[in-house]
């Protein structure tokens, strides 16, 4: 992971009188990752979040805003296509991240149940032609 300069670089003093004396280990700290960060509930962490770099050094310097989103949901999602329809509660199916953009078919939809297999038609009724092509 990228090092980042320590706060107030002013006022760090490295070995010798030239900034040539000074060096990474003197001058910079490698800032905690969100890997351990836990997000409250509605929230999701982000991805890959051993990429995600905190402001400091410790674990408590990692945030919600840093480590978390709150992700879109599929209400409102109006692109399923035949055979498919928008998944139950849609509310509560959450996308891959915060935009609309982020929903799509894999995750807001299922495919809708057909006739095939169905064999409780009472008479004189008939299990309809092909009904592996007749949704329910």
């Known amino acids: 992971a990228p090092l980042k300069l320590k706060a107030d670089p002013s006022k760090v003093k490295c070995k010798g009188e030239l900034h040539e004396s000074c060096n990474d280990a003197t001058c910079c700290f490698q800032p905690a990752t969100c890997e351990g960060y836990k997000c409250t509930e509605g929230f999701v962490k982000k991805a890959d979040p051993s990429k995600v770099h ?17 992700p879109s949901t599929c209400e409102g999602y109006t692109e399923c296509m035949i055979p498919f329809l928008l998944k139950k509660d849609p509310s509560k199916v959450h996308c891959k991240g915060p935009a609309k953009s982020d929903c799509n078919g894999d995750t807001c939809c299922i495919k809708a149940a057909t006739c095939e297999g169905y064999a409780e038609c009472r008479a004189p009724l008939r299990l309809v032609e092909d009904p592996s092509k007749v949704h329910c």
């Open 54 to 70: 905190c402001k400091g050094a410790a674990e408590d310097t990692c945030s919600e805003e840093t480590c978390c989103f709150k």
